[in-house]
């Protein structure tokens, strides 16, 4: 057990629905990720928050947001489904960012299913 | 650009070696992560090299050669639950982890 937990499990949507994810990173963890990876692919970085901002940006597409809150807490909101969007969504969450040589760790997932 | 290259896939006997090479080409380096996925499951942290050289963890080392771009990943004595996606990533730079596509690696026995 990595410490951070993700919400939830599974989520299945129709097309251009709109869904939020939840994550809660460790305990003591500033920086949250959030990476997606489709079927038999490598994991694609979305987006990164540090102690409520954002610090990067990856692939995340317009239709897709996030945001940390005061708590440390981060979702994931994905709106205008597609098809496309089936994938698994990882959380990680690290100590200090910049100059720090942490690892991440990675919540369980979450499953979406675009129907 | 920023590129991490990896094979990708692999197959091994059971109870022999196996080495996944990782060579990158980055703005910058801070370090590199080998991470284990094994299908369906979160990635966890297996090692982490910034300096050259070998490390090693019980039955899995890790080798970095800055000047070169590359490191590999060395599982010895392999087991059936070694079956899994080895994801090999860089931090540049700016301190942003780069991630390769992961080596698939099979195990038979």
């Known amino acids: 057990d990595s410490g951070v937990t993700q919400t939830p499990k599974h989520l299945i949507t129709a097309t251009g629905q709109r869904v939020t994810l939840r994550c809660s990173p460790r305990?003591?963890?500033?920086?949250v990720y959030w990476y997606q990876q489709s079927l038999d692919q490598g994991l694609q970085f979305l987006i990164q928050?540090?102690?409520?901002?954002?610090?990067a940006k990856g692939n995340i597409l317009e239709r897709f947001s996030a945001q940390q809150f005061p708590d440390l807490h981060s979702e994931l909101n994905l709106s205008s489904l597609e098809l496309g969007d089936s994938a698994l969504y990882f959380c990680?969450?690290?100590?200090?960012?910049?100059?720090?040589?942490?690892?991440?760790?990675f919540g369980p997932g979450t499953r979406l299913t675009v129907t | 650009g920023q590129n991490i290259d990896q094979p990708t896939e692999m197959t091994a006997t059971e109870g022999a070696i196996v080495q996944i090479n990782c060579t990158y080409q980055t703005s910058g380096f801070n370090g590199l992560f080998w991470y284990q996925q094994h299908a369906g499951e979160a990635p966890t942290f297996l090692s982490y090299n910034v300096l050259d050289g070998l490390e090693e963890k019980g039955r899995f080392s890790s080798f970095l050669s800055r000047s070169k771009g590359y490191s590999y990943l060395l599982l010895k004595e392999l087991q059936m639950k070694d079956s899994a996606s080895y994801l090999c990533?860089?931090?540049?730079?700016?301190?942003?982890?780069?991630w390769g596509a992961g080596t698939k690696l099979i195990i038979k026995p």
């Open positions: 990533a860089v931090r540049d730079g700016n301190y942003q982890l780069i």
């Open positions: 305990s003591g963890d500033l920086s």
């Open positions: 990680a969450s690290s100590l200090p960012g910049e100059g720090e040589d942490y690892e991440q760790y």
């Open positions: 928050y540090y102690n409520g901002e954002e610090r």
